[in-house]
């Protein structure tokens, strides 16, 4: 399954950068955006997660990201994410980049794992900016206030049309200047900056490696394509790297 060029720069002391997105999380049963299961009440994310949305109706979009923090909140890590978490205890040089603001990366052992798009469990007051982790969602009312200024409560992700957080990028940045080995996993490859991070990687040297049940737009760039689910292969990856 793996090529022994991909082996063998394992054994060379490799900076490794990992780059996932909500694929990685589907076997632990969240829904992708892309998927068939990602549309709620027969919205498109991209109508509930922007800015705009949120201020004309508050209440609709909390209502979904209560439905989304509660999946989140009765859900597990599954393989792929124990399997990143090992790879970091195996190389000192590692980096972990996300797309998924699940937090399944820190609950699996990932140490730092860098959240381009924030975290579903973290909230932020629009008014005074203090974070609340996970609002009793049961308590509230349906709009969650801050307990400080009575603002109100947002979820702390990234929404479309809004920058990413400015210590992650820079932090992504640097990591992708440094890699050895860039792998893509789980990620349609659509949304930027993330989109870029592959080719950036390539471009500053990286063996590029992507992990996906299906081709995507990045497929025809890569060196490595590794067709599957990401719970299978990468603890097989962490297997055959132990062999060698
Ligand atoms: P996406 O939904 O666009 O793409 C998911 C990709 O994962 C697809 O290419 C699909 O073929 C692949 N995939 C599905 N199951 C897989 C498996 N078991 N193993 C390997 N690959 C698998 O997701 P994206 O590229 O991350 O972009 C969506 C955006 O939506 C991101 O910005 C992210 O923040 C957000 N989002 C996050 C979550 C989460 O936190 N878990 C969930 C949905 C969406
Ligand atoms: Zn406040």
Redesign the pocket.
Known sequence: MFSEKLLEKFQENPVVVVLT???????SG??????ED?LWKKFK?EELANFDAFIRNPEIVWEWYRYRQEIVRNIEPNP?HYALAELERMFPDFYLIT????GLHFRAGSQNPIEL?GN?MRNRCLQCNKYFMEVDLQKEPVIPKCTECGGILRPDVVWFGEQLPQQALINAEKAINEANIFFS???????QP?ASMPFWAKSSGAYLVE????E?LLTPYVDEYLS????EILPELIKQIKKT
Request: glycine share 20%; proline share 5%; no cysteine.
């Open positions: 997105g909500a694929g990685i999380s589907a076997e969240v829904p992708t955006f892309r998927g990602g994310p792929g797309q998924n603001v699940d798009h579903i996993v789980g990620t349609s490859a659509l949304v993330a992990i996906n049940i299906m995507t599957g689910k990401s719970g």
